[in-house]
């Protein structure tokens, strides 16, 4: 929404100020998804910015919101995604690893729990069924 007219004042951007709240907030609620809040988040940081530069009023006010909760979305996105890839074992990470996967009874949970512990730096016994 360009321009929309409310009484005498003219607001500009008000559609991309309410896209960037709402982004804003579902980067934050996305964040712990392995990085998946990074994406609405940069949007949300893009359209608030558009927003708080041309916008007037609430949509200015809404910009501003949606700025700020897109920046925060990506900050945490960021650390969630950086302490996952801390607990990948990169030394056990190779193509030969990697490829004994076809030796793997799919139907035995102990076979492949075995497998994918070479490739954590933490116990994750318990964790697959």
């Given at each position: 929404?360009?321009y929309?007219?409310?009484?005498?004042?003219?607001?500009?951007?008000?559609?991309?100020?309410?896209?960037?709240?709402?982004?804003?907030?579902?980067?934050?609620?996305?964040?712990?998804?392995?990085?998946?809040?990074?994406?609405?988040?940069?949007?949300?940081?893009?359209?608030?910015?558009?927003?708080?530069?041309?916008?007037?009023?609430?949509?200015?006010?809404?910009?501003?919101?949606?700025?700020?909760?897109?920046?925060?979305?990506?900050?945490?996105?960021l650390?969630?995604?950086?302490?996952?890839?801390?607990?990948?074992?990169?030394?056990?990470v190779?193509?030969?690893?990697?490829?004994?996967?076809?030796?793997?009874?799919?139907?035995?949970?102990h076979?492949?729990?075995?497998?994918?512990?070479?490739?954590?730096?933490?116990?994750?016994?318990?964790?697959v069924?």
């Amino acid at each position: 929404m360009e321009y929309q007219i409310q009484g005498n004042k003219t607001v500009k951007r008000q559609g991309l100020a309410i896209a960037s709240l709402v982004l804003g907030g579902l980067s934050l609620l996305c964040c712990w998804a392995y990085g998946l809040g990074i994406i609405p988040g940069l949007i949300a940081v893009i359209f608030g910015v558009i927003s708080v530069i041309s916008g007037e009023g609430r949509a200015r006010i809404m910009g501003a919101i949606g700025l700020v909760l897109g920046v925060v979305g990506i900050v945490m996105a960021l650390v969630v995604l950086m302490y996952f890839i801390s607990l990948i074992n990169w030394d056990n990470v190779t193509l030969y690893n990697l490829s004994q996967i076809q030796y793997i009874d799919p139907d035995d949970p102990h076979q492949i729990e075995q497998w994918l512990q070479q490739f954590f730096k933490m116990d994750i016994s318990g964790m697959v069924n």
